[in-house]
């Protein structure tokens, strides 16, 4: 078989209509905009309208990706969608994805790592364009996360937002390195020895509810940068690159202390990271493609860019993807 690499042909997404600021937020639990600021980053999210679920967003920014690649439905043969707020406990989100696409061959299937799903997916995706069992794949990450807060608890509801994104990629001939262009390595990882710092306290097995989110902020954080650190070693590593060598760096959209942490950490300016969680908080597992998806649309992102995606969440888990864009 033919050595390939899965590049990047296009990429989409979707914010719920609805804009909920930091003071909007001081009706429900004792906050201010000015904590929310100074300790996030954070300004205002999106929030799904009632009725409106995680297939609803992720079907938008699936379209607006085939639009913008000049794709059909019928031209793919794979969709992987990263949530950790499926509509139902099965089928899976992606299926029903696939359906409303009007794709009726492939295969359409969810991952779960929360935060890091969208890396993680990515890293699917890829391995079935290198090994022959996909040529077109759509990777999705979408997130209702609104649902699954506790409205009461300030340390936690603050901090998320709901929307979705997508990459599409198409297998391509391996060319000559220099010029070689698409995912050139993904990485991840995971220590299920964490699960106490960041969890969901409800779920099918266990509890037969949906349950919300809980989580110990503190020990996040302290995890969040080095975790992430490690992972970006790793992929500037295998690629024989240092931070130097980045047009941009993606990281999953926390917080913007974690954001500033991992540039420092890295040596990069600013100018070469995107952010984007100040309008639109933690996304999970959209937040990466959501990001990806304003920088291409306002031209930041270009062909050729060397671009690091880099993430963490619960369990723990994260990982990172270097992309020739
Ligand atoms: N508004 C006002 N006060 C608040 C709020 C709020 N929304 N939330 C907490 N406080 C109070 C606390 O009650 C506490 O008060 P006390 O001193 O009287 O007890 C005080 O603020 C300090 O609370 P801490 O939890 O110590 O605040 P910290 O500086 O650690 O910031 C935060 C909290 C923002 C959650 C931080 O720990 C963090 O960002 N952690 C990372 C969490 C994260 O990003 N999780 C996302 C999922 S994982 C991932 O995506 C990487």
């Excluded at 099918?204 to 080095?226: D, N, W, Y």
């Excluded at 690159?241 to 950490?265: C, F, S, Y």
């Excluded at 100040?278 to 992102?301: C, K, M, Q, W, Y």
């Amino acid at each position: 078989m033919m050595p390939v690499r899965a590049q990047v042909v296009a990429c989409g997404g979707y914010l719920p209509e609805r804009v909920f600021t930091n003071d909007d937020l001081t009706r429900y639990v004792a906050t201010s905009d000015h904590w929310i600021q100074q300790r996030t980053g954070i300004r205002e999210r999106r929030i799904a309208a009632a009725g409106e679920t995680t297939a609803d967003m992720a079907t938008r920014a699936a379209r607006t990706t085939l639009d913008r690649a000049g794709f059909t439905a019928s031209d793919l043969d794979l969709i992987v969608l990263a949530t950790a707020t499926p509509d139902e406990t099965f089928p899976a989100t992606a299926t029903m994805v696939q359906a409303r696409l009007g794709m009726t061959r492939g295969a359409a299937f969810d991952v779960h790592a929360v935060c890091t799903g969208f890396i993680y997916a990515l890293s699917v995706a890829d391995a079935f364009l290198k090994t022959g069992q996909a040529r077109t794949a759509l990777v999705i990450g979408a997130e209702t996360f609104s649902r699954i807060l506790d409205w009461t608890d300030r340390s936690t509801c603050v901090l998320f937002g709901d929307g979705a994104g997508a990459v599409l990629l198409q297998a391509a001939p391996l060319n000559e390195p220099a010029t070689d262009r698409g995912v050139l390595s993904t990485h991840i990882y995971s220590d299920g020895r964490h699960h106490d710092a960041l969890y969901v306290d409800g779920g099918p097995s266990r509890t037969q509810t949906v349950g919300c989110l809980r989580m110990e902020g503190k020990e996040v954080f302290r995890h969040a940068i080095h975790r992430m650190a490690e992972a970006s070693d790793a992929a500037l590593a295998a690629n024989g690159k240092t931070a130097a060598d980045l047009d941009w760096l993606v990281p999953h959209q926390a917080n913007m202390r974690i954001i500033e942490g991992m540039a420092r950490r890295l040596e990069l300016s600013m100018d070469h990271v995107v952010a984007t969680v100040d309008r639109h908080a933690n996304t999970s597992a959209a937040s990466i493609p959501l990001a990806l998806f304003e920088a291409v649309e306002d031209g930041r992102i270009r062909p050729g860019h060397l671009v690091l995606l880099d993430g963490m969440g619960g369990g723990f888990t994260w990982g990172s993807a270097l992309i020739r864009w």
